[in-house]
């Protein structure tokens, strides 16, 4: 019999709804929530009123796009945490109701275990292309970066993490400082395609190990903003391009640094990547030039799998699902990873 998983994530700002049958995609719907831009980052009380209006209709168009009822499905997987506890609450809350009512099983899912494994959700018609394990992946998003090493579908280990600040943070925060708009990973990504990335200098960070840092260079562009603007208070609007390309490099340098010393230090040639910034079009470049150079095998997710989405949900918790897992209904969402 064949088994069909419902994946729910409601981590953070994205409410999404995907459905896996045997490890392929049939549909994954997410709804965007547009009521945190004009506030330049995501409202936590708006983002758990926004899921609560959207979980219904986001999961109804999923199973319809399935060409599916509910009572076809096997098992429900959705995000556990770590993330915003009033969103997490709604998919987790949703995610237990519908399990009662089918009496079917519920099956947790770490939303970061989800991004490691978006190389795995399996498409008609898409050439099976799949990282062999162990390998290694740079988590790069909004709330995390890290260099993870995946030894199995359920196993994995973070051998590096930042100590302060995510990397998705810092390109947000560089357009907010830049009266560009949110979010900004996308933003400067297009205006740095026509700057020069070697204008400008950004301090970086000196962590010990495979550790990362990016509160310093934040800190550094808002000084570097703040002087050359009291020269020229027209700065910004007459260099954007350059200042994007040039921090934007900066950022890459770290984030690629300490994933070369982590191949090097565990002789792991198996590299993919995740995350929302991992939709960066630079960021992806330099993966595969460092392939090239490295003799690395690169496994880039397709865009619509590095933002969140619950296609990424449901190939976890089909995995836990296949190793016999189950989650009880007194399971209470998590806002952090070390609560898991
Ligand atoms: O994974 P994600 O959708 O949400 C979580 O953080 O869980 O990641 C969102 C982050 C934001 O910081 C956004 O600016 C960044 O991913 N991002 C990008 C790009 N697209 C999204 N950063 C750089 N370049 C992009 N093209």
């Excluded at 945490?81 to 079917?104: E, H, N, Q, R």
């Amino acid at each position: 019999m064949a088994n069909i998983i419902l994946g729910i994530e409601s981590s953070c700002d994205d409410t999404s709804a995907a459905v896996i049958k045997d490890g392929y995609l049939l549909s994954n719907v997410i709804a965007s929530q547009e009521v945190h831009r004009s506030y330049g980052g995501v409202v936590p009380e708006l983002a758990s009123r926004a899921h609560e209006l959207n979980i219904v209709p986001v999961v109804s168009e999923a199973l319809s796009r399935a060409k599916l009822k509910p009572e076809d499905l096997t098992a429900i997987a959705f995000t556990r945490g770590p993330g915003l506890l009033g969103s997490l609450l709604v998919g987790t809350s949703f995610a237990k109701a519908m399990g009662l009512a089918l009496d079917i099983p519920i099956v947790m899912v770490n939303h970061l275990q989800g991004h490691l494994l978006a190389s795995f959700i399996r498409q008609e018609g898409v050439e099976v292309r799949e990282p062999k394990f162990p390998y290694l992946c740079l988590l790069v998003s909004g709330g995390n970066s890290q260099i993870v090493k995946v030894t199995s579908p359920l196993e994995f280990e973070i051998l590096g993490q930042t100590i302060d600040d995510a990397v998705g943070e810092a390109f947000d925060k560089c357009s907010k400082m830049m009266g560009l708009g949110y979010p900004g990973g996308p933003i400067i990504d297009k205006l740095a395609k026509n700057g020069d990335p070697k204008r400008f200098k950004f301090s970086k960070p000196h962590v010990e190990g495979l550790n990362y840092s990016f509160s310093g260079i934040k800190t550094s562009l808002l000084y570097f903003v703040r002087d050359q603007v009291a020269i020229d208070p027209d700065f910004v609007e007459k260099n954007k391009e350059d200042i994007c390309a040039s921090f934007q490099t900066a950022l890459i340098d770290i984030l690629m640094d300490k994933l070369i010393k982590a191949a090097k230090q565990t002789g792991i040639k198996e590299i993919s990547i995740g995350g929302g910034v991992s939709a960066n079009s630079a960021l992806r470049e330099r993966m595969l030039l460092e392939a090239r150079k490295r003799a690395w095998n690169v496994y880039l997710p397709e865009f619509k799998f590095t933002t969140d989405n619950a296609a990424m949900i449901a190939i976890a918790g089909y995995h836990h699902f296949l190793a016999g897992e189950s989650t009880p209904l007194d399971v209470a969402p998590v806002s952090r990873m070390a609560d898991f």
